[in-house]
T-cell receptor, first 117, second 118 residues
Framework: AQKITQTQPGMFVQEKEAVTLDCTYDTSDQSYGLFWYKQPSSGEMIFLIYQGSYDEQNATEGRYSLNFQKARKSANLVISASQLGDSAMYFCAMREEGWKGAQKLVFGQGTRLTINP | DTEVTQTPKHLVMGMTNKKSLKCEQHMGHRAMYWYKQKAKKPPELMFVYSYEKLSINESVPSRFSPECPNSSLLNLHLHALQPEDSALYLC?????????????????FGPGTRLTVL
């Protein structure tokens, strides 16, 4: 069974600092996708960034980058120049092949990030 | 545009009521999902529809009944719910249910419906 581990239940960071949120995964699949989502207190899950298992370069989307280390099975999210609006719960997730070819997302337990002014 | 809409935003219902949650997307996505999320927990998958057919049912109690009338619309019919069913219900969609890559894989979520069962 596939598994996602986020070891940091909560993190506190000063505004404008960079922050790294940890994510390790466990899978025997050769082809998989890794995702990060942000969930503010309003509840909506906002897609941030995607990394495919065969992608040779680390994914980047604006201030978000994914530090993908395949051999270590880690996919850490890096947020540069943090802002107050970055305060939210962050989930790491992995695509899992389900039956009938349908896909399931397996989520980690999340990290609550608080940005201090 | 990656918008998924959900109505209502909040819902309070008694254990004998029948209500429905609605989800809509106009991105041409052919896969739609229902998730349940309890406080401080990750979302849990309930149902997956692929090309308007039910593809995955994660052993969800029959008091939850999904329906996909067309490729843009997904409903969740609720009947005889229990207080422990109170949660945030999230709808999501993706281009396909199978495939590789950001384009086919990524699930886009709606803002959710906060359900309280009294």
């Amino acid at each position: 069974a596939q598994k996602i581990t986020q070891t940091q239940p909560g993190m506190f960071v000063q505004e404008k600092e960079a922050v790294t949120l940890d994510c390790t995964y466990d899978t025997s699949d050769q082809s998989y996708g890794l995702f990060w989502y942000k969930q503010p207190s309003s509840g909506e899950m906002i897609f941030l960034i995607y990394q495919g298992s065969y992608d040779e370069q680390n994914a980047t989307e604006g201030r978000y980058s994914l530090n993908f280390q395949k051999a270590r099975k880690s996919a850490n999210l890096v947020i540069s120049a943090s802002q107050l609006g970055d305060s939210a719960m962050y989930f790491c997730a992995m695509r899992e092949e389900g039956w009938k070819g349908a896909q399931k997302l397996v989520f980690g337990q999340g990290t609550r990030l608080t940005i201090n002014p | 545009d990656t918008e998924v809409t959900q109505t209502p935003k909040h819902l309070v219902m008694g254990m004998t009521n029948k209500k429905s949650l609605k989800c809509e997307q106009h991105m041409g996505h052919r896969a739609m999902y229902w998730y349940k999320q309890k406080a401080k927990k990750p979302p849990e998958l309930m149902f997956v529809y692929s090309y308007e057919k039910l593809s995955i049912n994660e052993s969800v109690p029959s008091r939850f009944s999904p329906e996909c009338p067309n490729s843009s619309l997904l409903n969740l019919h609720l009947h005889a719910l229990q207080p422990e069913d109170s949660a945030l219900y999230l709808c999501a969609s993706s281009f396909r249910t199978s495939g590789v890559g950001k384009f086919s894989d990524t699930q886009y979520f709606g803002p959710g419906t906060r359900l309280t069962v009294l």
